[in-house]
Each structure stands twice: as structure tokens, then as C-alpha cells.
């Protein structure tokens, strides 16, 4: 599919510390900067505690950003005051989460619970209207109209992910965060899931951010891919190059540790770790090696990875 290269969302130079002077100072996200082009899918992958959940959260403003900014269709997401617009922003920007089972209130019904967004926004103007709006979005989610008077302990967690996916759709968002949504699930569920949000992707025409610990899964779904770890962002490139000409030793790290279904293959398999450079005075950040893939090193490191980029393409074409 062709993407727009409208960007709807600009990250620059976020930083975002916790405890920021004090001992316990944590710099969970340090210093990233990428864009997200309207209608893409945006994959974020890297270990746990690499800050992926803190660049989410910021960007639905659920932090003060330490330093940076974060530009949504325009507009920067810190300094929206008004009222109106704020509202406006909450509704343009869902998130969905990693675990079905704690987001989802146990004493509501799924009715209510869907229905949430739609209360709040004020986007039904009956309880007719409502009631046949859930249905259409448990419909649009592969549920049936008849669930929406059970409560969440009553579904199996693939179907908890779609009531919460059915939620943050209720308010019609255009851009969707959604943080390790598949990670909890049983594997046989998993690419259930994975195929409703790409389907809906196209019929809703949604953007995503998707968080992920590994690239099993979004290596197919991301139009891009980010890898991140330690606050930093390592790598940026096409899904299709990160995967297949891994510039940083991080990537490749992580490549290692998707596993793949040969098992003498997974027997023999050197497994490979990434171990930090030690900071010197020639500085490292985000560089471009080709147009579109972005590495994070110094610019002496520059001609090495060019070549590296060059002998996989070599070796492809
Ligand atoms: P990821 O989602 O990649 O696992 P997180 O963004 O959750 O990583 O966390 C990045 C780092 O920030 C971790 O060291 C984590 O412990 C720390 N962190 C996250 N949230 C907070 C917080 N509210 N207060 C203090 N430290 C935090
Ligand atoms: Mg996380």
C-alpha cells in the first residue's frame, strides 16, 4: 500500500527522566527523535526496560516531557490548554494495552466499558444510538451483539484484547498506540489479533505506534521499524532492513533471539549480546548510512557501516 508522507507525528529530542537530580535518576527515554507518516504502522522494539512504554506514554501526554517535544497532525501535544482541544487530542489518541485482563474494569459490563469513550465525548445522542453503536463495534471486532451484557471474566484473553480494541475505537482515533497488545496472548491467538488491528488499520484508517519486546511479530505488520534500547533509538529503518540488513550490533542481538521454527537450527544457533560502548569525546547519535536507514554511532563509524549497507545489498541483489 502506498503511505501518505504527511507526518502526523514528530518526536524531537525527547527526553524523559524520572527522578530527575536525585540518585534514583532514571533517563527512560534519552534523547530520540523520528517522525510517524499518516496511515504507516510503526514498530518499537527492543528488551524490556529499554524505555518503549515511557516514549508511548509521553506521546499520549501522560507525561511532562523532561525536554523535547512531541508534534501530533501539527500541533505540539505539551501545550494544548484549551479545554476543547484537549478533549479533541483524547480522542484522537488511543492506546490500547498489554494486558486484557487489569485494563478492562471487572464490575462493568463490556457494554459499558465500550462505551466509555462514547459517554465522555458525548457521540451518542440516545441509548439507542449507544447500544447500537457497541453493537457495531463488537461486530467490527469479531464479537457478538450478545456479549455486551457479560462482564470481562467471562471472555478468553484474545477476546478481553478485542473488547479493548473495540473501546478505543469507539471514539473513532486516528492514531493508536498500542503497547505489547499481543504479548500476553497465547501464540495461537496472537496473529488473530495482529490481523484484526491491520485490517482495521485500512477500514478505520488509523496510524500506529506498536510496541513490541521482539520482531517476530511486527517485522510484517511495521512499515518502519525503531529499535531501542536504553533510552536510546539504535536503529530506524524500513521493516524490510532492519530485518534483513541490520546495521547495529544491537539489532543484531535482537535478531538472534527471534526464534525460528527449525529446532536444529535453533540447537546450533550462536546466540549474540550487545554489550554498550563506552562513551569517548567523538559523539554518537542518529546518523543516516543510506537514505531511510538510520543508525545510532559516531560519524567515524560512518564508511564502515556504509559498506556494511552496501555488501548486503550486493549480497541481495
Ligand atoms: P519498556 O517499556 O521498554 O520495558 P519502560 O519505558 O517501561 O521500558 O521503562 C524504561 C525505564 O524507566 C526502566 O528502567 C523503568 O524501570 C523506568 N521507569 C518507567 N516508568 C517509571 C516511573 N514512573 N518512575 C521511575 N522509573 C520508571
Ligand atoms: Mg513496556
Known sequence: MEKSKEKILEVKNLKQYFNEGSRNE???????????????TFGLVGESGSGKSTTGRSIIRLYEPTAG???????QVHKISKKKDLLQFRRDMQMIFQDPYASL?????????????????????SKEERNARV????????????HASRYPHEFSGGQRQRIGIARALAVKPKFIVADEPISALDVSIQAQVVNLLMDLQKSQDLTF????????????ISDRIGV????????????????NKPLHAYTESLLSAV??????YERARKRTTYVARIANDEEEELREIVPGHYVYCRESDVPRLKQKRAAYDNQNN
Do not use: C, W
Not at 532514571?26 to 504507516?40: K, N, P, Q, S
Not at 474494569?105 to 445522542?125: C, Q, S, T, Y
Open 209 to 220: 505506534l506498536f510496541i513490541a519486546h521482539d520482531l517476530s511479530m511486527v517485522k510484517y
Open 69 to 75: 517535544e512531541i508534534d501530533f497532525q501539527g500541533t
Open 259 to 264: 526464534p525460528l521454527p527449525d529446532p536444529e
Open 26 to 40: 532514571v533517563r527512560a527515554v534519552d534523547d530520540i527523535t523520528f517522525d510517524i507518516f499518516r496511515g504507516e
Open 135 to 146: 453493537i457495531e463495534l463488537l461486530e467490527l471486532v469479531g464479537l457478538n451483539p450478545d
Open 105 to 125: 474494569n471487572p464490575k462493568m459490563k463490556v457494554r459499558d466499558i465500550i462505551a466509555e469513550g462514547i459517554d465522555i465525548h458525548g457521540l451518542a445522542n
Open 228 to 243: 531501542m534500547n536504553s533510552g536510546k533509538l539504535l536503529e530506524l529503518a524500513p521493516a524490510e532492513d532492519v530485518y
